[in-house]
């Protein structure tokens, strides 16, 4: 025999004898298919034409008595499932006590079951045999299914955990179920036979029927096959597992229902294995399950969806690798930065000022500034690297390659420079200054690098002038010609005074369309508008230009995984409750809230952009390598 056979009736001994004798890989995920029905009815026929081509892995004979006798299995590698044959509705002739126990251990490691039926109408042997396992089923297993439900975090009926049950009827003189009236469905016309028979099927996730009507043989077992490639499918609360897992249910329910089955429900032993079932993480921006089984992160495996995921701005699960690296078969992530490793962090934020964020390839070395060129700059996604939208799981932080903390980065860059720029001259910093100033201005003002001269007296500013912007027209001008201040609540300053030009402070009542005002807030450069103003207020000597004021700027900085200030009230670590003495700290690499104690470590998070020592938190530094 080409496929592996394996008695259930007696139980293998192990579970390597088990793996054995079905000839499959202990690292194999599959499903299991059991059939039923009286005898004679051609079940081992059914499952050798359904799954193995024809080939007699199940014992068949014309005659009219049984030649399956207990229950078998077999592997059938092409669906990935363990396929179970039984007895005649599990041995007539057996006492009630046992064969009750064999239906029991075999509904309770199926995943699908089929009943096959070989007359013309649907007899009520049927529905008594259907209704009475799900009885049996529900009664025994109705506690250890609510303990899996809530160990695996199950939001879902008991009935979902169940098998699914397909009616598979085989007629030669009749029409099959609903051909008489296309309108009517077959699986509503059996659940209403159920009911006039007082039978309640609850136990099974799902009934279907598929019927073929054989005038010449042979049967035609492609609508069968096809309808259970269909629910093998479905993963949605039960998903494949290895053997091994099959064998410990078996195992559990032999030890369980060794003898006379009692009448109570302890749960002592688990008959569900977790790995029965799906695991319940929801991808956090497209909302679509997981579809490996439960526990599979022990195995090292991590979360899959069957569907393609979505971008999401909060989450920024947008991944980039390189593409010269992808092209030597490599899969190598790259993460936009404000500079490369190679880079001081003064050079750094220079080059950045100048040439924009840096993608860098720890193999290849920088392959792309953005704006390198000035103008015609190609996107990196058409040149240098491949774009990749990924799932966002629970309880995941890798994913988060952000590149929109940018605000938070120079804050973090400019205090992490502090030594360094306190030793310069003016010069630079004046350089940092008008450039940092342009990097949170709002859309109307002029760019510093443009303004050479005062827009009213025409004096030529020399590398140590200041330049001004007015609030209201956004133009560059020198102290003398801008000293005046007014609210400017049509561009969004107000209601306190902010410097402006002679010229709008003598034309203060004549204020900005209110369409083009709003249209200029758009984006949330009202929040820029006030860092710009701070930073205006406070930059001016060579410290000075370091303490940027955190508490105007954190809103417009926080990156999007940051845990808000309003949800944190203790230490995420020693829970100490924060007031105005104990200030609250951002881990930059979860983003959770920390006393100073609990996260006063510096080191650098390039996966979540930070590529200079920024603070974490005590766990976040114990973790091996980069987050």
């Known amino acids: ?187 509503k016309l059996i659940q209403d036979r159920f009911r006039k028979l007082g039978r309640f099927p609850e136990a099974f996730s799902s009934i279907h029927y598929k019927g073929t009507r054989t005038y010449n043989p042979p049967t035609d077992f492609s609508g069968l096959r096809r309808a259970l490639e269909q629910q093998l499918e479905n993963n949605t609360t039960r998903s494949p597992r290895h053997p091994g897992v099959i064998f410990k249910a078996l195992k559990a329910l032999s030890d369980r229902f060794s003898g006379e089955i009692p009448d109570d429900q302890m749960a002592h032993s688990s008959f569900f294995p977790d790995e029965y079932f799906t695991c319940s993480s929801l991808c956090l921006s497209c909302g679509a399950g997981c579809k490996n089984s439960m526990n599979h992160g022990k195995e090292g495996v991590p979360h899959e969806a069957k569907s393609r995921c979505r971008y999401s701005h909060q989450y920024d699960n947008r991944v980039y690798t390189c593409k010269a690296c992808y092209e030597r078969g490599k899969e190598v992530s790259v993460v936009p930065k404000t500079s490369a490793s190679t880079d001081s962090p003064w050079m750094g934020l220079a080059k950045y000022a100048w040439s924009g964020y840096v993608i860098e390839c720890p193999n290849c070395g920088v392959v792309y500034r953005s704006r390198q060129y000035w103008f015609g700059n190609q996107d990196p996604v058409d040149t240098v690297v491949r774009t990749e939208i990924v799932h966002v799981w629970p309880g995941t932080d890798a994913f988060l390659k952000d590149n929109n903390n940018a605000a938070q980065r120079l804050l973090d860059g400019m205090n992490f420079m502090a030594q360094s720029v306190s030793e310069l001259s003016i010069g630079p910093t004046k350089a940092v200054t008008s450039w940092l100033t342009d990097q949170i201005a709002p859309a109307y003002w002029k760019p510093n690098s443009q303004i050479l001269s005062c827009n009213k007296c025409a004096t030529s500013f020399k590398d140590n002038d200041t330049k001004h912007h007015c609030r209201a027209c956004g133009e560059g001008f020198c102290d003398s010609c801008s000293s005046k201040t007014r609210p400017v609540p049509e561009r969004g300053w107000g209601p306190a005074p902010v410097r402006v030009c002679d010229n709008c402070y003598e034309a203060r009542n004549v204020h900005l369309d209110v369409a083009e005002a709003q249209a200029d807030d758009e984006g949330g450069t009202l929040i820029a508008r006030k860092v710009g103003e701070a930073v205006q207020n406070t930059l001016g000597a060579v410290v000075t230009a370091i303490d940027i004021p955190l508490g105007l700027v954190k809103d417009a900085a926080r990156p999007a995984y940051w845990v808000p200030d309003h949800e944190i009230l203790h230490c995420h670590s020693c829970r100490k409750e924060f007031s105005i003495k104990l200030s609250k700290h951002h881990c930059r690499a979860c983003g959770q809230g920390f006393c100073d104690e609990c996260s006063h470590d510096r080191r650098a998070v390039p996966s979540r952009g930070w590529d200079h020592p920024v603070r974490v938190c005590f766990n976040c530094n114990k973790k091996p390598g980069d987050l």
């Open 1 to 187: 025999m080409d496929l592996g056979l394996a008695s259930l009736y007696n139980c293998v001994t192990n579970e390597e004898d088990f793996i054995r004798k079905l000839d499959c890989k202990p690292d194999q995920h599959l499903k299991v298919v059991s059939i039923f029905g009286n005898t004679g009815d051609g079940k081992s026929h059914t499952l050798n034409h359904t799954f193995f081509y024809g080939r007699e892995v199940f014992k068949t004979s014309p005659a009219q008595e049984s030649c399956t006798v207990g229950v078998w299995a077999a592997y059938d590698p092409v669906h990935k499932v363990a396929v179970i044959d039984t007895e005649g509705l599990l041995g007539a002739t057996v006492n009630l006590s046992q064969r009750t126990r064999l239906l029991l251990k075999v509904l309770a490691i199926s995943d699908l079951v089929i009943y096959r039926t070989h007359a013309d109408r649907l007899h009520n042997d049927l529905f008594k045999f259907l209704g009475d396992a799900s009885e049996a089923y529900l009664k025994h297993f109705t506690k250890e299914l609510k303990a899996t439900t809530a160990r695996c975090g199950l939001d879902v009926p008991l009935s979902t955990l169940g098998p699914a049950v397909i009616i598979f009827h085989e007629t030669v003189h009749t029409q099959l179920l609903g051909s008489d009236h296309p309108s009517e469905v077959p699986e």
